[in-house]
């Protein structure tokens, strides 16, 4: 190991990364994913904190930086960072108290002011505000919790009867669809000709231009030979009597060629360029919304990034447009020419006609040369684009990120790097390319015909039928579901890291209608349950059902849009809060909007600005704070009363009292069904933050893909040695927490506070 892998080494351990890594297949060397999809949230997070303590700067800037971990990894990632940091200034922002408990100097910050500052003692003791969001964020159950009382759950007792887990264990028979192997499928199609394929979609019209583009380059393509011919015929015409009348009229002949040529290729372009066009369009269309069929593992490999499949949907699809606009049209030419030349040869010296055929596959076999050196330049140009591509566009999604870690001339290196390679290649392959094109130049449209060859990509991602397919089966007029799920026997890894056991022998049931929360360390696999509940990927043994059905035999997309998901870091679009609120519901009405937005509690934040509704949120919301993004992603996913509702970290980044507002909402959802009947919404809950999910009807504590202990929260916390009372021990700070209540309810009593 070098000095450098050490400190690497070293920084990672001090960010509480290090566990993990090192279980990763290739340890420190997997790789990560776009975006680092292939990461738990926890997990991104102590990667971000290693490069910020590795880069050992002065000043340590910390964004909510630990919010996606849990109580105990960022307790020993703070004790890291108070020892790394020793000396230099650490700024944090946090919403969850116990993250800033420590800090030398905290400061409240209200509407863009300081509005108190001290250390969390000071403002313990002086500071109203500061007093509510500790008391919103302690987790003392007496006051908050429901009345669990009638009915305590016992730790450790999944809901799901030993009947049912054997029952679940049963081998089943694989699901047909499943039997077919897609690649198979795949290879076949891929075998049928490329060249049938690439008019793609087009209509009879759309042949009928074709037909008239074909005759006019036919016209086109006589031109030459018959020209071949009258200069031939005029240096004969000079040797004759009449010889000023022959050149003139040979003369006309030629400006009648002339205008002919004129108006042929006008039409020969204009028609194959239209009909060029609309495939493109057609292959284009068709390719992307192949593209959005796939299953989410699809789009996790390398070669599926934003690099990659931006080259095939824009620079392969483009090719189609070449070779039907540019190409086929000389194709056509060239055939004609080659036609009219051997009859005029023929007639003027048959010899000198037949040797032309004679030679004739000479030029073939150029042509073919030529094609293949086109694939390998072109392939180059295109690799290279793509990678280029894919870190453009990494880096301008996390500008933040680059601009912080000052690390842009970083990216131009690579950037330089990435065409560096392929740039020596196309050197080499020029030069090959100019030689190959100098010999087989006369037969240089016939090798673009060749070239269709190299288009297979395009149309193999066109082919490729997808793993998890959404609108099978196709009937999808069935009622609202009522919520109840059930996992049987689940076990579960990511496509792409196979060696890694993500969920082993999962079992749940949960009744519809009830609030459930999954709390446990980061990468224990809770956000994993809930990609397989929407089916962002299928577990690979085990049953999922929700109704008692199982979900493989729902229609997907209407199975999704019962299921509501909220993520810590939701994506909004770059229009109105109005269009973002309705994604995905078309048709709300204003005051549909309105109270979603109530219940999110960002209506008054929405209605205090200047265009209301209609402002406008920048790309990706980045002119909104975390807090209101995910307010207005909360909003969204409320408009679609959904049956079950995912909420991941969905609260993260707002403070207390936010917080507490949106959960209380959110816990008294209804949603209507068919018949009129008002029936509440199943909730699962993932939050590391304990008094996010305190008053669920049940809490699954899980690691390592396995549920370790199962309860409400009262029953949880009497088992002292258990995992959640570890969990809410560190949370609440407990003791500290017990005599600061005591204090503040003797002040209270004294008269210090109204209404703490
Ligand atoms: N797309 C993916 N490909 C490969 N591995 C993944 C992928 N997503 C997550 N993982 C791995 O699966 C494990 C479980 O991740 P998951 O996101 O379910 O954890 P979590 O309990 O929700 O963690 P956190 O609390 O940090 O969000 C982790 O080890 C993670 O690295």
């Not at 006589?222 to 010889?243: D, L, M, Q, R």
């Not at 042509?367 to 990494?394: N, P, T």
């Not at 496509?495 to 890694?500: A, D, N, S, Y």
């Not at 699962?684 to 690691?703: C, F, K, W, Y």
């Amino acid at each position: 190991m070098d000095a450098e892998d050490e400190e690497i080494q070293k920084a990672a351990v001090m960010a509480n990364a290090h566990s993990f890594i090192s279980q990763l297949p290739d340890d420190y060397s997997t790789e990560v994913g776009q975006r680092g999809v292939q990461l738990s949230g926890g997990q991104k997070q102590r990667i971000a904190i290693a490069r910020a303590i590795l880069k050992n700067p002065p000043i340590l800037l910390l964004d909510e930086a630990t919010s996606a971990l849990d109580s105990e990894s960022e307790k020993v990632v703070q004790d890291a960072l108070d020892k790394a940091m020793q000396g230099r200034t650490v700024i944090l922002i946090a919403h969850r108290l116990s993250t800033v408990i420590n800090a030398d100097m905290i400061a409240v910050v209200e509407n863009g002011q300081v509005t108190e500052t001290g250390t969390h003692r000071n403002l313990l003791d002086s500071s109203k505000f500061y007093n509510n969001l500790f008391a919103m964020q302690n987790l003392n159950p007496v006051h908050e919790s429901r009345d669990t009382s009638s009915s305590p759950e016992p730790a450790n007792t999944q809901q799901i009867s030993p009947k049912e887990i054997e029952q679940a264990k049963e081998p089943r028979e694989p699901d047909s669809q499943l039997k077919e192997s897609p690649k198979h499928e795949e290879q076949e199609r891929g075998k049928s000709a490329i060249f049938f394929r690439i008019w793609f979609d087009l209509n009879k019209r759309d042949f009928g231009r074709i037909a008239l583009g074909s005759f006019a380059a036919a016209c086109s393509g006589i031109s030459k030979p018959i020209f071949g011919y009258c200069i031939i015929a005029i240096g004969v015409a000079y040797y004759e009597n009449n010889a000023k009348r022959e050149v003139e009229n040979y003369s006309i002949f030629f400006s009648i060629i002339g205008f002919l040529s004129l108006f042929s290729h006008t039409v020969q372009h204009y028609f194959f360029g239209m009909v060029g066009e609309k495939a493109m369009t057609n292959l284009r269309r068709a390719l992307y919304s192949g593209v959005l069929r796939n299953e989410i593992a699809w789009f996790e490999k390398p070669e599926n990034n934003i690099g990659p499949l931006t080259s095939r949907i824009i620079n392969d699809t483009s090719m189609v447009k070449t070779i039907i606009a540019d190409r086929m049209s000389v194709i056509v030419q060239c055939i004609s020419s080659i036609l009219i030349a051997t009859i005029v040869s023929m007639v003027v010296n048959w010899r000198m006609g037949l040797v032309a055929w004679a030679v004739m596959p000479c030029h073939f076999i150029g042509g073919l040369i030529q094609a293949k050196s086109a694939k390998g330049f072109s392939g180059d140009a295109a690799a290279a684009h793509s990678e280029l591509v894919a870190l453009a566009s990494e880096s301008a999604t996390n500008i933040r990120t680059v601009a912080s870690f000052c690390h842009e001339d970083h990216i131009l290196r690579k950037a330089k790097i990435s065409l560096e390679n392929p740039r020596r290649k196309c050197r080499r392959e020029s030069i090959k390319y100019g030689i190959i094109q100098g010999v087989s130049l006369c037969l240089w449209n016939i090798a673009h015909a060749v070239a269709l060859c190299v288009l297979t990509p395009a149309f193999q991602t066109l082919d490729r039928k997808t793993e998890i397919e959404p609108a099978i089966p196709e009937d999808s007029n069935l009622d609202r579901i009522k919520g109840s799920i059930e996992f049987q026997n689940i076990k579960f890894n990511y496509p792409l890291r196979p060696e890694v056991t993500v969920l082993n022998n999962f079992s749940l049931q949960i009744e519809a209608g009830r609030k459930v929360a999954f709390v446990g360390p980061s990468g224990a696999g809770k956000s994993s349950v809930l990609a397989l509940l929407l089916r962002f990927y299928d577990p690979m043994e085990g049953r999922i059902l929700i109704d008692r059905k199982e979900i493989r035999e729902y229609n997907l997309r209407w199975l999704r849009r019962q299921i509501g998901l909220v993520q810590q870091e939701p994506l909004l679009f770059s229009s109105s809060i109005k269009a973002n609120i309705c994604y995905g519901t078309d048709g709300a009405s204003e005051t549909e909007i309105v109270e979603v937005s109530r219940e999110a509690n960002i209506d008054e934040f929405i209605s205090n600005l200047p265009d209301g509704y209609e402002t406008v949120v920048g790309e990706k919301g980045c002119q909104l704070s975390g807090g209101q993004k995910q307010r207005i992603a909360i909003a969204r996913t409320l408009l679609k009363r959904p049956a079950i509702l995912l909420l991941d970290e969905a609260t993260s980044a707002l403070d207390a009292e936010s917080e507490k507002s949106v959960v209380s909402a959110l816990a008294a959802i209804n949603l209507r069904n068919n018949g009129g009947i008002l029936s509440k919404t199943t909730q699962i809950t993932v939050a590391h933050r304990l008094s996010t999910i305190i008053n669920s009807d049940t809490i699954i504590v899980m690691d390592k893909g396995e549920i370790v202990e199962i309860g409400s929260h009262s029953a949880l916390i009497t088992a002292s040695e258990g995992v959640y009372s570890r969990l809410y021990q560190l949370q609440s700070l407990a003791g500290e927490y017990i005599l600061h209540t005591v204090a503040l309810e003797m002040r209270i009593q004294q008269g210090h506070f109204k209404n703490p």
